[in-house]
């Protein structure tokens, strides 16, 4: 009788595994096919050059100060030289604030501009899947080893674009 329970489960699971389907998407592909991610890109790099720019005129003032300082030094009393000091060094906090806000504010622009686009990728994903009956989607970049399954990225692609061309233009 064990063995027969055993026989039982071992066909059980082999069934429901034959009947698991798998399939695959390249979504570096897809992203970078998809018109509204190329438009978030440059948004995302036109707002990094703004800040690169901002911080270069930052430091350009900072050295503009240094430099007077330094050729001045000699001639300062002790309360202008710590003064000065304390001035350069307040400018200096201040850039570094700044570009670690920068930092900070450029990844919230990915993480805005980057959602509803996931969001997409994830809808037509879903979509595919459930059409040819696909139990499991797998992303071959982030794979290290796949052989076999479907292959969705064209079928998703097409969708994507489909989805991308309704909803994008929403924003």
């Given amino acids: ?17 034959a ?4 399939g695959h998407v390249n979504t570096q592909k897809l992203l ?17 050059q703004k800040g690169v720019a901002e911080l270069k005129d930052m430091e350009t003032e900072l050295q503009k100060i240094y430099s007077k300082y330094m050729a001045e030094q000699a001639t300062l009393t002790p309360v202008m030289k710590q003064y000065e000091e304390e001035r350069i060094q307040k400018k200096q906090q ?20 980057n959602a509803p686009i996931l969001k997409r990728v994830q809808k037509a ?3 595919i899947a459930t059409a040819k009956k ?16 479907t292959d969705l990225t064209a ?9 991308d061309a309704i909803e994008a233009p929403k924003k």
């Fill in 32 to 48: 970078d096919t998809l018109p509204s991610r190329k438009v978030a890109m440059q948004q995302i790099s036109d707002f990094e």
């Fill in 94 to 113: 201040a850039m570094q604030q700044r570009e670690q806000e920068l930092q900070q504010q450029i990844q919230m622009l990915g993480n805005e501009l």
């Fill in 125 to 127: 994903v879903d979509h």
């Fill in 134 to 149: 696909i139990n499991y989607v797998i992303d071959e970049t982030s794979t290290l080893y796949f052989k076999g399954g």
């Fill in 155 to 163: 079928e998703v692609l097409v969708e994507l674009l489909k989805l």
């Fill in 19 to 22: 009947q698991t389907k798998i």
């Fill in 1 to 17: 009788m064990k063995k027969l329970v055993l026989v039982f489960a071992i066909f059980v699971s082999f069934t429901s595994i």
